[in-house]
Protein backbone atom coordinates (compact mmCIF):
# COMPACT_ATOMS: atom_id res chain seq x y z
CA UNK A 1 0.00 0.00 0.00
CA UNK A 2 1.17 3.63 -0.56
CA UNK A 3 -0.72 6.96 0.76
CA UNK A 4 -2.72 8.96 -1.59
CA UNK A 5 -0.76 7.54 -4.61
CA UNK A 6 0.10 4.50 -6.06
CA UNK A 7 0.12 1.72 -9.18
CA UNK A 8 -3.44 2.53 -10.14
CA UNK A 9 -2.79 6.33 -10.36
CA UNK A 10 -3.81 8.19 -13.55
CA UNK A 11 -1.35 11.04 -13.94
CA UNK A 12 -1.99 14.31 -15.71
CA UNK A 13 0.11 17.53 -16.26
CA UNK A 14 -1.17 20.69 -16.19
CA UNK A 15 1.66 23.07 -18.56
CA UNK A 16 3.12 19.69 -20.22
CA UNK A 17 4.10 21.62 -22.76
CA UNK A 18 6.35 23.78 -21.12
CA UNK A 19 9.70 23.47 -20.51
CA UNK A 20 9.27 22.38 -16.55
CA UNK A 21 6.26 20.14 -17.61
CA UNK A 22 7.98 18.17 -20.57
CA UNK A 23 11.20 17.64 -18.70
CA UNK A 24 9.46 16.39 -15.73
CA UNK A 25 7.10 14.25 -17.65
CA UNK A 26 9.98 12.50 -19.12
CA UNK A 27 10.79 11.56 -15.62
CA UNK A 28 7.42 10.96 -14.39
CA UNK A 29 7.46 8.22 -17.54
CA UNK A 30 11.05 6.84 -16.75
CA UNK A 31 10.10 6.33 -13.26
CA UNK A 32 7.07 4.07 -14.39
CA UNK A 33 4.43 7.17 -13.39
CA UNK A 34 1.36 6.45 -15.30
CA UNK A 35 1.30 9.68 -16.94
CA UNK A 36 -2.00 9.97 -19.50
CA UNK A 37 -1.83 13.10 -20.81
CA UNK A 38 -1.84 17.07 -20.27
CA UNK A 39 -3.10 20.04 -20.60
CA UNK A 40 -2.07 23.06 -22.81
CA UNK A 41 -5.92 24.64 -24.29
CA UNK A 42 -3.89 25.91 -27.32
CA UNK A 43 -1.75 23.15 -28.06
CA UNK A 44 -5.02 20.63 -27.59
CA UNK A 45 -3.78 17.73 -30.33
CA UNK A 46 -0.70 17.60 -29.90
CA UNK A 47 1.51 15.37 -27.83
CA UNK A 48 4.74 15.46 -25.62
CA UNK A 49 6.37 12.41 -24.56
CA UNK A 50 3.83 10.34 -26.50
CA UNK A 51 0.89 11.66 -23.78
CA UNK A 52 -1.96 13.31 -25.90
CA UNK A 53 -2.46 17.24 -25.31
CA UNK A 54 -6.16 18.05 -24.10
CA UNK A 55 -7.60 22.04 -23.89
CA UNK A 56 -8.88 21.28 -20.48
CA UNK A 57 -8.55 18.91 -17.16
CA UNK A 58 -12.10 17.58 -17.26
CA UNK A 59 -11.60 16.83 -20.99
CA UNK A 60 -8.30 14.99 -19.75
CA UNK A 61 -10.07 13.33 -17.24
CA UNK A 62 -13.01 12.29 -19.20
CA UNK A 63 -10.60 10.84 -22.29
CA UNK A 64 -8.05 8.98 -19.89
CA UNK A 65 -9.57 8.56 -16.24
CA UNK A 66 -6.89 10.35 -14.97
CA UNK A 67 -7.07 10.95 -11.02
CA UNK A 68 -4.22 13.11 -10.21
CA UNK A 69 -2.99 16.27 -11.53
CA UNK A 70 0.49 17.59 -11.43
CA UNK A 71 0.52 21.49 -11.99
CA UNK A 72 3.29 22.85 -13.84
CA UNK A 73 1.85 26.58 -14.36
CA UNK A 74 3.61 29.72 -13.60
CA UNK A 75 2.79 31.58 -10.68
CA UNK A 76 0.48 34.25 -12.20
CA UNK A 77 -1.48 30.94 -13.40
CA UNK A 78 -1.50 28.64 -11.14
CA UNK A 79 -4.61 29.76 -9.04
CA UNK A 80 -6.84 29.10 -12.42
CA UNK A 81 -5.13 26.26 -13.18
CA UNK A 82 -5.86 24.43 -9.82
CA UNK A 83 -9.19 26.05 -9.46
CA UNK A 84 -9.42 24.02 -13.02
CA UNK A 85 -8.55 20.93 -11.39
CA UNK A 86 -10.86 21.18 -8.35
CA UNK A 87 -13.92 22.11 -10.70
CA UNK A 88 -13.11 19.04 -12.51
CA UNK A 89 -13.56 17.06 -9.31
CA UNK A 90 -9.58 15.55 -9.70
CA UNK A 91 -8.76 13.79 -6.28
CA UNK A 92 -5.27 15.19 -6.08
CA UNK A 93 -3.44 17.99 -7.35
CA UNK A 94 0.25 18.52 -7.02
CA UNK A 95 0.94 22.23 -7.14
CA UNK A 96 5.09 21.71 -7.73
CA UNK A 97 4.82 26.04 -8.26
CA UNK A 98 7.04 27.94 -6.81
CA UNK A 99 6.21 31.78 -5.74
CA UNK A 100 2.74 31.83 -5.93
CA UNK A 101 1.21 34.69 -4.22
CA UNK A 102 0.12 33.41 -0.82
CA UNK A 103 -3.01 35.72 -1.49
CA UNK A 104 -3.95 32.97 -4.67
CA UNK A 105 -2.97 29.96 -2.73
CA UNK A 106 -5.26 31.01 0.12
CA UNK A 107 -8.14 32.02 -2.90
CA UNK A 108 -7.83 28.44 -3.95
CA UNK A 109 -7.69 26.36 -0.67
CA UNK A 110 -10.56 28.04 0.16
CA UNK A 111 -12.53 27.43 -3.01
CA UNK A 112 -11.34 23.80 -2.48
CA UNK A 113 -13.27 23.92 0.88
CA UNK A 114 -16.23 25.59 -0.75
CA UNK A 115 -16.37 22.61 -2.71
CA UNK A 116 -16.59 19.44 -0.12
CA UNK A 117 -12.66 18.77 -0.04
CA UNK A 118 -12.88 16.25 -2.78
CA UNK A 119 -9.68 17.13 -4.21
CA UNK A 120 -6.74 17.34 -1.77
CA UNK A 121 -3.67 19.81 -2.25
CA UNK A 122 -0.32 19.27 -2.23
CA UNK A 123 1.87 22.37 -2.04
CA UNK A 124 2.36 24.75 -3.86
CA UNK A 125 5.69 25.13 -3.67
CA UNK A 126 6.44 21.38 -3.03
CA UNK A 127 8.62 18.77 -4.59
CA UNK A 128 5.25 16.30 -4.77
CA UNK A 129 4.57 12.76 -3.71
CA UNK A 130 6.67 9.68 -4.60
CA UNK A 131 5.66 6.03 -3.69
CA UNK A 132 8.95 4.31 -4.54
CA UNK A 133 8.02 1.41 -7.08
CA UNK A 134 4.60 2.67 -7.85
CA UNK A 135 4.55 5.77 -9.05
CA UNK A 136 6.16 9.31 -8.92
CA UNK A 137 4.10 12.75 -8.91
CA UNK A 138 6.52 15.40 -9.29
CA UNK A 139 10.24 16.08 -8.94
CA UNK A 140 11.31 13.56 -6.28
CA UNK A 141 14.00 12.03 -8.14
CA UNK A 142 13.14 7.99 -8.71
CA UNK A 143 16.32 6.21 -7.97
CA UNK A 144 16.94 7.53 -4.85
CA UNK A 145 15.31 4.58 -2.58
CA UNK A 146 13.40 1.40 -3.08
CA UNK A 147 10.12 0.36 -1.42
CA UNK A 148 10.15 0.32 2.09
CA UNK A 149 8.20 0.51 5.13
CA UNK A 150 8.84 4.15 6.01
CA UNK A 151 6.63 7.25 5.96
CA UNK A 152 8.05 10.58 5.02
CA UNK A 153 6.30 13.82 5.37
CA UNK A 154 8.55 17.14 4.40
CA UNK A 155 8.42 21.15 4.80
CA UNK A 156 11.61 20.69 2.85
CA UNK A 157 12.45 19.79 -1.08
CA UNK A 158 15.89 19.35 -0.85
CA UNK A 159 15.78 17.32 2.84
CA UNK A 160 13.35 15.05 1.40
CA UNK A 161 15.71 13.78 -1.03
CA UNK A 162 18.66 13.28 1.68
CA UNK A 163 16.65 11.38 3.92
CA UNK A 164 15.15 9.29 1.12
CA UNK A 165 18.42 8.57 0.50
CA UNK A 166 19.79 8.32 4.19
CA UNK A 167 17.48 5.29 4.85
CA UNK A 168 17.67 3.78 1.16
CA UNK A 169 18.67 0.30 2.86
CA UNK A 170 15.21 0.95 4.64
CA UNK A 171 13.19 2.08 1.47
CA UNK A 172 10.08 4.16 1.82
CA UNK A 173 6.28 3.51 1.35
CA UNK A 174 5.57 7.01 0.45
CA UNK A 175 7.30 10.11 0.59
CA UNK A 176 5.39 13.30 0.73
CA UNK A 177 6.73 16.88 -0.19
CA UNK A 178 4.01 19.50 1.91
CA UNK A 179 5.72 22.56 0.44
CA UNK A 180 7.33 25.27 2.93
CA UNK A 181 4.61 28.39 2.04
CA UNK A 182 2.81 30.04 4.90
CA UNK A 183 -0.20 28.31 3.08
CA UNK A 184 -0.58 25.05 1.91
CA UNK A 185 -3.08 22.17 1.43
CA UNK A 186 -1.52 19.17 3.06
CA UNK A 187 -0.49 19.63 6.15
CA UNK A 188 1.97 17.55 8.69
CA UNK A 189 -1.06 16.71 10.40
CA UNK A 190 -2.97 15.04 7.52
CA UNK A 191 0.29 12.95 6.21
CA UNK A 192 0.12 11.74 9.79
CA UNK A 193 -3.10 10.21 10.00
CA UNK A 194 -2.86 8.79 6.85
CA UNK A 195 0.78 7.33 7.34
CA UNK A 196 -1.43 5.88 10.83
CA UNK A 197 -3.66 4.17 8.70
CA UNK A 198 -1.53 2.42 6.02
CA UNK A 199 -0.92 -0.99 7.44
CA UNK A 200 2.33 -0.81 4.96
CA UNK A 201 4.44 1.93 6.69
CA UNK A 202 5.75 0.85 10.16
CA UNK A 203 6.93 4.49 11.39
CA UNK A 204 7.33 8.08 10.61
CA UNK A 205 10.01 10.61 9.31
CA UNK A 206 8.67 14.23 10.08
CA UNK A 207 10.70 17.27 8.68
CA UNK A 208 9.96 20.84 9.30
CA UNK A 209 11.52 24.21 9.25
CA UNK A 210 11.26 27.08 11.43
CA UNK A 211 8.61 29.63 11.22
CA UNK A 212 5.08 29.17 12.11
CA UNK A 213 3.47 26.70 13.92
CA UNK A 214 2.66 23.88 12.44
CA UNK A 215 5.41 21.43 13.74
CA UNK A 216 4.11 22.23 17.24
CA UNK A 217 0.41 21.24 16.20
CA UNK A 218 2.07 18.81 14.85
CA UNK A 219 3.05 17.55 17.92
CA UNK A 220 0.21 18.14 20.06
CA UNK A 221 -1.62 15.63 17.30
CA UNK A 222 0.88 13.04 17.45
CA UNK A 223 0.94 13.24 21.34
CA UNK A 224 -2.72 12.57 20.79
CA UNK A 225 -3.45 10.44 18.06
CA UNK A 226 -0.16 8.73 16.23
CA UNK A 227 0.81 5.63 17.65
CA UNK A 228 3.29 4.86 15.34
CA UNK A 229 7.22 5.78 15.99
CA UNK A 230 7.91 8.89 14.75
CA UNK A 231 11.13 11.42 14.38
CA UNK A 232 11.52 14.30 13.10
CA UNK A 233 14.01 16.93 12.28
CA UNK A 234 13.37 21.12 12.14
CA UNK A 235 15.57 22.88 9.76
CA UNK A 236 16.84 26.13 10.84
CA UNK A 237 18.56 25.59 14.11
CA UNK A 238 21.52 27.61 13.25
CA UNK A 239 19.29 30.56 11.75
CA UNK A 240 20.55 34.03 13.11
CA UNK A 241 18.34 35.34 15.68
CA UNK A 242 15.58 37.97 14.17
CA UNK A 243 17.20 37.26 10.51
CA UNK A 244 14.02 36.80 7.77
CA UNK A 245 15.20 33.54 6.24
CA UNK A 246 14.52 32.37 2.06
CA UNK A 247 11.58 30.02 2.85
CA UNK A 248 8.04 32.07 2.86
CA UNK A 249 7.46 30.27 5.92
CA UNK A 250 10.60 30.98 7.51
CA UNK A 251 8.83 33.47 9.74
CA UNK A 252 9.86 33.76 13.12
CA UNK A 253 8.15 35.90 15.92
CA UNK A 254 9.73 35.83 19.36
CA UNK A 255 10.53 32.39 20.57
CA UNK A 256 7.53 31.63 18.52
CA UNK A 257 8.41 29.54 15.22
CA UNK A 258 12.09 28.46 16.86
CA UNK A 259 13.78 25.53 15.65
CA UNK A 260 14.22 24.85 19.58
CA UNK A 261 10.30 25.61 20.66
CA UNK A 262 9.36 23.19 17.57
CA UNK A 263 11.81 20.65 19.11
CA UNK A 264 10.80 20.89 22.77
CA UNK A 265 7.11 20.58 21.61
CA UNK A 266 7.85 17.19 19.17
CA UNK A 267 9.79 16.45 22.25
CA UNK A 268 7.39 16.26 24.87
CA UNK A 269 5.07 14.15 22.35
CA UNK A 270 7.63 11.48 22.26
CA UNK A 271 9.06 12.10 18.85
CA UNK A 272 13.00 11.58 18.58
CA UNK A 273 14.72 14.79 17.27
CA UNK A 274 17.66 15.08 15.45
CA UNK A 275 19.76 17.60 15.54
CA UNK A 276 21.39 17.21 11.96
CA UNK A 277 19.55 15.24 9.12
CA UNK A 278 21.99 12.18 9.30
CA UNK A 279 21.48 12.27 13.24
CA UNK A 280 17.75 11.75 12.23
CA UNK A 281 18.28 9.62 9.63
CA UNK A 282 20.46 7.34 12.32
CA UNK A 283 17.29 7.56 14.51
CA UNK A 284 15.00 5.94 12.43
CA UNK A 285 17.17 3.54 11.34
CA UNK A 286 17.64 2.78 14.81
CA UNK A 287 13.60 2.22 15.36
CA UNK A 288 13.36 0.27 12.33
CA UNK A 289 16.39 -2.74 13.20
CA UNK A 290 13.75 -2.72 16.66
CA UNK A 291 10.63 -3.27 14.79
Not at 11 to 32: D, F, N
Not at 231 to 254: C, D, L, N, Q, W
Request: with cysteine; hydrophobic share 40%.
Amino acid sequence: MAIWLDENSRVLVQGITGSEGRKHTARMLAAGTNVVGGTNPKKAGTTVEGAPVFASVAETMEATGANVSVIFVPPAGTKTAVVEAIDAGIPLAVVITEGVPVHDSTDFWAYAISKGNTTRIIGPNCPGIASPGLSNAGIIPADITPRGRVGLVSKSGTLTYQMMFELRDFGFSTAVGIGGDPVIGTTHIDALDAFQADPDTDAIVMIGEIGGDAEERAAAHIEAHITKPVVGYVAGFTAPEGKTMGHAGAIVSGSSGTAQAKKEALEKADVRVGKTPSETARLMADIMRSL
